[in-house]
């Protein structure tokens, strides 16, 4: 007798709005756990809005993430910030010519960067402000990856601001409203970019976090943010604009960022990151991400550090 509360691969895939193909090597990659009956996958609906929110305990980064010697030969191992449209560029490169397996771990911008100091990556995805130098990532490349050769190509610009339900009750509409009374955040974990982006401003701004309800509560994602905000357990986050549409709900822009992939130069010279840097110049993939709010491909597939005329 099959468990009615279970849902199949199609009411899974809908939930998770990815493809049953990306769903199936979710769990073949162990990201998403799933039951076998008889020949059939099914879901637990609990489970997977815990992967929405990033709450899926996963192993160590070490276990997580292949050794070379152990991937196939179209294999990139990705670690870094989660965006909806690194999601895109994963599914667009499964179905080009080369087939590439961009194998994702979403930790964070820090640690995609010491992953890719370790030889634990062959990309990461990073968005770290410096309010010392005013910049995006490159700062944070200098410290973290002193000596080496790296190259740094956009692959988006997007909007971050308040998300909370429709109405804004709290009247929730710049920065400063963090700390407004009666008010409870939703924060992002430590190492993220949006983190340090919020430590930034409270730090300048001489705000202490124990004066803000809820800046020890920390979910991993974007979506988690959303999803925390949409069950009602808490009254705002700060998000991308795409995951506050797609759950309905309401967003004040805060400001706008720069979402960088950065590599060693030795990955830039293989046909795979050729392959990448295919689809993100292609009109039918800037056109994709235009569907998405919030987003900016002005200087998507533009190089930023390492440009290929040095390669």
Same mark, same amino acid.
């Given at each position: 007798m099959v468990d009615e509360s279970l849902l199949t691969a199609e009411e899974a895939a809908k939930i998770l709005k990815i493809s049953k193909y990306t769903l199936y090597e979710l769990v073949k990659r162990g990201g998403i756990p799933a039951r076998r009956i008889g020949r059939q996958l099914r879901f637990d609906r609990d489970v997977l809005q815990k992967y929405l929110r990033g709450n899926i305990e996963q192993p160590p980064l070490s276990e997580q993430i292949t050794d070379i010697n152990q991937r196939n030969s179209q294999d990139l191992r990705f670690v870094g910030s989660h965006d909806p449209v690194l999601e895109l560029l994963i @599914?667009? &490169?499964?179905? #080009? #010519? @080369?087939?590439?397996? &961009?194998?994702? #771990?979403?930790? /964070? #911008?820090?640690?995609?960067?010491?992953? &890719?100091?370790? +030889?634990?990556? *062959?990309?990461? /995805?990073v968005h770290l402000w410096d309010d010392q130098t005013e910049e995006y990532n490159l700062p944070f490349i200098h410290y973290v990856l002193p000596g080496e050769s790296v190259v740094v190509?956009?692959?988006? !610009? +997007?909007i971050q601001g308040w998300i909370f339900r429709p109405g804004n009750h709290l009247k929730i509409?710049?920065?400063? *409203?963090?700390?407004?009374?009666?008010? +409870?955040?939703?924060? +992002? !974990?430590?190492?993220s970019g949006t983190r340090l982006r919020l430590d930034s401003f409270l730090r300048i701004n001489g705000i202490s976090p124990a004066a803000i309800d809820g800046y020890q509560d920390e979910e991993n994602t974007h979506m988690g943010i959303a999803c925390r905000v949409a069950n009602g357990e808490a009254d705002a986050g700060i998000g991308v604009q795409s995951v506050a549409n797609r759950l309905g709900l309401d967003f004040v822009p805060l400001f706008n960022e720069r979402y960088d992939l950065i590599c060693l130069k030795e990955t830039s010279q293989t046909k795979l990151w050729q392959n990448i840097m295919s689809i993100l110049t292609s009109d039918h993939f800037q056109h994709a991400v235009h569907s998405f709010a919030g987003y900016d491909t002005t200087l998507t597939g533009t190089y930023l550090m390492g440009g290929k005329d040095d390669l």
């Amino acid at each position: 007798m099959v468990d009615e509360s279970l849902l199949t691969a199609e009411e899974a895939a809908k939930i998770l709005k990815i493809s049953k193909y990306t769903l199936y090597e979710l769990v073949k990659r162990g990201g998403i756990p799933a039951r076998r009956i008889g020949r059939q996958l099914r879901f637990d609906r609990d489970v997977l809005q815990k992967y929405l929110r990033g709450n899926i305990e996963q192993p160590p980064l070490s276990e997580q993430i292949t050794d070379i010697n152990q991937r196939n030969s179209q294999d990139l191992r990705f670690v870094g910030s989660h965006d909806p449209v690194l999601e895109l560029l994963i @599914e667009f &490169l499964k179905h #080009s #010519s @080369e087939k590439i397996n &961009l194998l994702p #771990s979403f930790k /964070g #911008s820090m640690d995609g960067l010491i992953a &890719l100091y370790r +030889r634990k990556a *062959d990309i990461a /995805g990073v968005h770290l402000w410096d309010d010392q130098t005013e910049e995006y990532n490159l700062p944070f490349i200098h410290y973290v990856l002193p000596g080496e050769s790296v190259v740094v190509v956009n692959l988006v !610009q +997007r909007i971050q601001g308040w998300i909370f339900r429709p109405g804004n009750h709290l009247k929730i509409n710049a920065w400063e *409203d963090i700390a407004k009374k009666g008010l +409870r955040f939703i924060n +992002r !974990q430590k190492g993220s970019g949006t983190r340090l982006r919020l430590d930034s401003f409270l730090r300048i701004n001489g705000i202490s976090p124990a004066a803000i309800d809820g800046y020890q509560d920390e979910e991993n994602t974007h979506m988690g943010i959303a999803c925390r905000v949409a069950n009602g357990e808490a009254d705002a986050g700060i998000g991308v604009q795409s995951v506050a549409n797609r759950l309905g709900l309401d967003f004040v822009p805060l400001f706008n960022e720069r979402y960088d992939l950065i590599c060693l130069k030795e990955t830039s010279q293989t046909k795979l990151w050729q392959n990448i840097m295919s689809i993100l110049t292609s009109d039918h993939f800037q056109h994709a991400v235009h569907s998405f709010a919030g987003y900016d491909t002005t200087l998507t597939g533009t190089y930023l550090m390492g440009g290929k005329d040095d390669l």
